[in-house]
T-cell receptor
Framework: DAGVTQSPTHLIKTRGQQVTLRCSPK?????VSWYQQALGQGPQFIFQ???????QRGNFPDRFSGHQFPNYSSELNVNALLLGDSALYLC??????????FGSGTRLTVV | KQEVTQIPAALSVPEGENLVLNCSFT??????LQWFRQDPGKGLTSLLL?????REQTSGRLNASLDKSSGRSTLYIAASQPGDSATYLC?????????????FGQGTILTVHP
């Protein structure tokens, strides 16, 4: 049983560009959340999707947007990239009251 | 402001020692608390999940406890091994919903030397 799958693994972008990160949740999970983890910090909540709608959002600007598809997979889009957006982006999936399962992350470097 | 704090920030111990990692949180409106392990540059691996109605959970050499009244959780690692070296993160799920967001501590960097 595959866990949470994220792509790509690594990504290098230039300031001002746009990026799309992808996530496939664990089989049987219907909720997807995205987190940003800067070096040496704990992950910070970006937003959560359930039934193809954004249900909760953290303290991130509108440059960060997302989508959930009918098969529960999800995308995270970041526009107008800044150097400060460089981080490890983690996707987590869950079902009901069980704990979250995290993917291996996408390492985004903005130059 | 909802906060999660982990102490110590870093810990270095010789192999074989028993150790305790601490996690404290504000606001007793907790749904559950989850402990994770993170290897450098990698994703998070779930270690233990404690529901708000539970006091502790055990898995192998790991034991996690939860005290809602004092806003604390501890992760106990018995007979530490070099392979336990990693960053350990605790995360609290807030409120009364099963789909609430996780709020993480900064993590404890554990080094177990032979």
């Amino acid at each position: 049983d595959a866990g949470v799958t994220q792509s790509p693994t690594h990504l290098i972008k230039t300031r001002g560009q746009q990026v799309t990160l992808r996530c496939s949740p664990k089989s049987g999970h219907d909720t997807v959340s995205w987190y940003q983890q800067a070096l040496g910090q704990g992950p910070q909540f970006i937003f959560q999707y359930y039934e193809e709608e954004e249900r909760q959002r953290g303290n991130f600007p509108d440059r960060f947007s997302g989508h959930q598809f009918p098969n529960y997979s999800s995308e995270l889009n970041v526009n107008a990239l800044l150097l400060g957006d460089s981080a490890l982006y983690l996707c987590a999936s869950a079902r009901s009251h069980y704990g979250y399962t995290f993917g291996s992350g996408t390492r985004l470097t903005v130059v | 402001k909802q906060e999660v704090t982990q102490i110590p920030a870093a810990l270095s111990v010789p192999e074989g020692e028993n150790l305790v990692l601490n996690c404290s949180f504000t606001d007793s409106a907790i749904y559950n608390l989850q402990w994770f392990r993170q290897d450098p540059g990698k994703g998070l691996t779930s270690l233990l999940l404690i529901q708000s109605s539970q006091r502790e959970q055990t898995s192998g050499r790991l034991n996690a406890s939860l005290d809602k009244s004092s806003g604390r959780s501890t992760l106990y690692i018995a007979a530490s091994q070099p392979g336990d070296s990693a960053t350990y993160l605790c995360a609290k799920k807030w409120g009364g919903t099963s789909y609430g967001k996780l709020t993480f501590g900064q993590g404890t960097i554990l080094t177990v030397h032979p």
